[in-house]
């Protein structure tokens, strides 16, 4: 479907991000700091079979135009659930119901089953962003309007688009993530430093107890990954989700996975355990993606119980690559049991709500308020118990 804008702009929605040229998009998408709104990633999603209408994942995506030329694109999916979000909506979909509004559809904005901050609208450089930031909610707006949908949100949003959006009338909702910051190492044992003295011994025990097993991390990237390995990374995968029953959130398929080594090993880390006695396969794995000096956790598993190796693979070891190799920031993942006691901070992110119905409006919005209060002092709180030494705390 095409709209025509001003004069010199059309908008389009489309359901598939086939349907928009590569390079075109990419010319968007690569000065982005962010790895996950990359035409390869988004389009992997949908022909995976991952993120479809079938999954509840109906991509949707508004895209702007001067004469054939795309100047900006917005990811964005009509969604007929929460799941694989990981921003918890679910109680405001409870309230709409016994209010009776439809909840949903909700048009969502963000890379779908990733909880790493950057979404934003993908914008030409060299054009007015402030104006076609403006264009592209005002269609927004008019599609969520005319098709009756109850809300728009942005999750995991850029900082600084962030403030765009809120002197546009969008609601911010405060969150948090655990993030490791490049205090200038250049070594893993200035990491080590900044901890106290029973957290370094603790660290260097775990390490040394997956080497004491006979247990060699490699860490693979790009043309280094065996092609054999990515469809071992689901199998890992899988595992992981499926131990955690219902709450698994095992959203991707096998064909996402194999179809990385074909279009995506550039930007893919693996860290893999390999035992002393058999190296042909390894024992556990963990997948991380990283883009300029940015390093983002995903996935990681591993067929047999074997105690740390989890932290290693999926914490020390990428940490120790990542300083090797200029990285400043280290996002591992949703969740954090493991990361505080590991050197992950809590460090805000934020998720960006309009609400089109009237009476969830006038609910939802001095609610949010208040939870960001006490999210603002559950992160506060959560810092203050850091393992740090006493200079760096």
Excluded at 272 to 301: H, I, T, V
Aim: hydrophobic letters at 35%; charged letters at 25%.
């Amino acid at each position: 479907m095409v709209e025509q804008l001003k004069p010199r702009y059309s908008a389009a929605w489309i359901n598939k991000i086939a349907e928009i040229p590569h390079e075109a998009w990419d010319a968007l998408a690569m000065p982005l700091k962010t790895p996950f709104l990359e035409w390869e990633w988004l389009n992997n999603l949908e022909t995976s079979g991952s993120a479809t209408r079938k999954t509840g994942w109906l991509p949707n995506h508004l895209t702007v135009w001067r004469d054939r030329t795309l100047i900006a694109a917005a990811p964005l999916y009509l969604k007929g659930h929460s799941y694989g979000e990981f921003v918890f909506d679910h109680q405001w979909a409870e309230l709409a119901d016994r209010i009776g509004v439809r909840y949903y559809p909700k048009l969502l904005g963000m890379t779908p089953f990733t909880p790493a901050e950057g979404y934003r609208f993908l914008i030409a450089p060299g054009e007015d962003e402030d104006e076609i930031t403006s264009l592209m909610v005002h269609e927004i707006d008019a599609f969520c309007t005319k098709n009756r949908i109850s809300g728009c949100h942005f999750l995991y949003v850029d900082p600084e688009w962030r403030l765009v959006l809120e002197r546009l009338g969008f609601t911010t909702w405060l969150h948090h993530s655990y993030i490791w910051e490049n205090l200038d190492f250049n070594t893993f044992d200035d990491y080590l430093g900044v901890f106290n003295a029973n957290q370094r011994r603790n660290i260097k025990r775990e390490r040394k107890a997956v080497e004491k097993i006979g247990l060699r991390l490699e860490k693979l990237t790009g043309d280094e990954i065996p092609q054999s390995l990515f469809p071992l990374m689901y199998e890992f995968y899988a595992d992981t989700c499926d131990k955690f029953g219902w709450w698994g959130s095992k959203y991707l398929t096998k064909q996402f996975f194999e179809q990385l080594h074909a279009n995506y090993r550039h930007r893919v880390l693996f860290v893999a355990a390999y035992s002393e006695q058999d190296n042909r396969q390894p024992l556990g794995m963990s997948f991380c993606l990283y883009k300029g000096d940015r390093l983002y956790g995903r996935y990681w598993g591993s067929f047999q119980e074997i105690d740390n190796l989890h932290f290693d693979a999926c914490y020390y070891s990428p940490i120790e690559w990542a300083i090797a190799n200029g990285i400043q920031s280290f996002d591992p993942g949703a969740g954090g049991r493991h990361k505080k006691r590991r050197g992950f901070p809590a460090m805000p992110n934020h998720s960006l709500h309009r609400f089109y119905n009237s009476r969830l409006e006038q609910i939802l919005r001095p609610y949010i308020r208040e939870v960001n209060e006490l999210e603002q002092q559950e992160m506060d709180a959560i810092n203050q118990q850091l393992p740090f030494s006493q200079k760096n705390s």
